[in-house]
């Protein structure tokens, strides 16, 4: 991912901690959460329109959190540091956090933190299992401000096992962790407010886009408007070429 991991550790060696990126696949996605402790109810899927009825029929619903797949153009990092400038780096922690951000230090890491962010927030973490390593990593993690939140996630064995794991999965060739890849992962969330935040371990913190209604989820025509589809509307105006992007949504399960 060109993901340039922000106030990146080190390992003992000296050397920024790289991991093999994930694949852009809903079941290598769903089965690293569901080592780490989300439950089997819950699982990603496909999200092949934003604005066929029907096909976004075929998606479960509520949706609990969006993670948009794209590949980091020059429109998004202009944006991005334009945005950022003005911003104080985000120093929340504890149970008032509206949200739980983390911040990415470790190299090609984007697609992990982004599942994290949709399995730590919204409905998605009352499907987390007691006693599971998710549930011990974000129990550890609350009470931590964002730099030591991010040396936790570095230091993690578990977190490292289930991603080494996920990403000897799917239907590529996994790319070496050295590799310079593309792909960016975002993930979009609903708080128990009914705001809609978007999360970037990139980014200076969590981003509140805007508000929902109490029956709307991060699917719905209000988040997909103040969210993905304004963010791609950013990139066509651009005029920046070819628009790929790719979104699954956090949900329960088909099984």
């Known amino acids: 991912m060109a993901d340039s991991p922000t106030s990146a550790g080190t390992t003992t060696g000296g050397v920024p901690k790289r991991f093999v990126p994930l694949e852009n696949n809903p079941e290598v996605m769903t089965s690293l959460l569901h080592q780490l402790g989300l439950s089997k109810k819950v ?3 496909d999200v092949y329109s934003i604005d066929d009825p029907d096909l976004l ?14 590949p980091v153009s020059q429109t998004y990092e202009k944006f991005r540091r334009e945005e950022d400038n003005d911003k104080p780096e985000y120093e ?18 984007c697609g992990l933190i982004g599942l994290l962010h949709g399995a730590s927030n919204g ?36 977190l490292e096992s289930a991603h080494q794991t996920a990403a000897s999965k799917g239907d590529s060739t996994a790319p070496n962790a ?32 805007g508000k929902l209604g109490a029956d ?7 988040a997909l408007d103040i969210g993905v589809r304004s963010f791609l509307k950013r990139e066509t105006e651009a005029g920046g070429g070819e628009l790929r992007f790719s979104l699954v949504a956090l949900g329960p399960s088909f099984d």
């Open 57 to 70: 029929a075929f998606v479960p619903r509520p949706a609990y959190a969006l993670l948009l797949v794209f």
């Open 216 to 222: 709307e989820d991060v699917l719905s025509e209000k």
């Open 123 to 158: 409905p998605a973490k009352e499907f987390i299992e007691e006693e599971s390593d998710l549930a011990k990593l974000i129990k550890q993690a609350v009470p931590l401000k964002p730099i030591q939140r991010a040396d936790l996630l570095y230091e993690s064995q578990a």
């Open 43 to 45: 699982g990603f899927q």
């Open 92 to 109: 929340g922690f504890g149970p008032q956090e509206e949200v739980v951000w983390f911040k990415q230090t470790i190299g090609n890491a």
């Open 178 to 209: 050295n590799e310079a890849v593309d792909l960016h992962y975002v993930c979009f969330v609903k708080s128990s407010e009914n705001n809609l935040w978007e999360m970037d371990g990139r980014r200076k913190g969590p981003l509140n886009r």
